[in-house]
């Protein structure tokens, strides 16, 4: 795994959902979405969730939020695989991440991650990613935003495996 892991527990509740459920999550505008068992995660990992596929931009959201010592450095893992019906350039999928100082309300890192797989059809790869962060203040949200449009959406079904924060060295 060459993700940057950092040490101690995993500090997300349900991070692998291996619970079978979204314990520990708020999911948001997830009509289509859940946790799927079709297609395993490269380190034998069984259980994903599926984002959403037909909404409009930004408006499926999967969060927690954490409480973390301020000044401490962590880092959030996770597993981001991508779902392709067919083959295309012409569509891609975007999936935004956000760690939310949730007393202010601004963000302390974000990306957005596009394209991730060359995806070729009927098939789920996965890219592992890890995004360090400083905690400023005891509460912060962790939130996964999927940025794909619907057009995109119709061939394209990103999925979260192995989500983690763990505290840096």
């Known amino acids: 795994d060459s993700r940057e892991q950092g040490t101690g527990p995993n500090l997300l509740v349900n991070g692998d959902f291996a619970k079978q459920t979204f314990t520990g999550w708020t999911a948001e505008n997830m009509t289509y979405s859940g946790l799927s068992t079709n297609y395993s995660v490269a380190d034998g990992s069984f259980y994903s969730m599926q984002m959403n596929w037909s909404n409009a931009v930004g408006s499926m959201i999967l969060s927690q939020e954490i409480n973390v010592p301020d000044g401490a450095d962590y880092v959030l893992s996770f597993s981001l695989g991508l779902y392709c019906f067919s083959p295309s350039t012409e569509r891609s999928s975007t999936l935004r991440v956000t760690i939310v100082d949730t007393e202010s309300g601004d963000p302390i890192a974000e990306?957005?991650?596009?394209?991730?797989?060359?995806?070729?059809?009927?098939?789920?790869?996965w890219t592992d990613y890890s995004i360090p962060f400083r905690a400023v203040n005891n509460s912060h949200r962790v939130v996964f935003t999927d940025m794909t449009d619907a057009w995109s959406s119709i061939s394209r079904d990103p999925f979260l495996a192995k989500i983690a924060i763990r505290r840096l060295n």
């Open 111 to 125: 990306r957005n991650i596009s394209d991730w797989s060359a995806c070729p059809a009927s098939s789920a790869f």
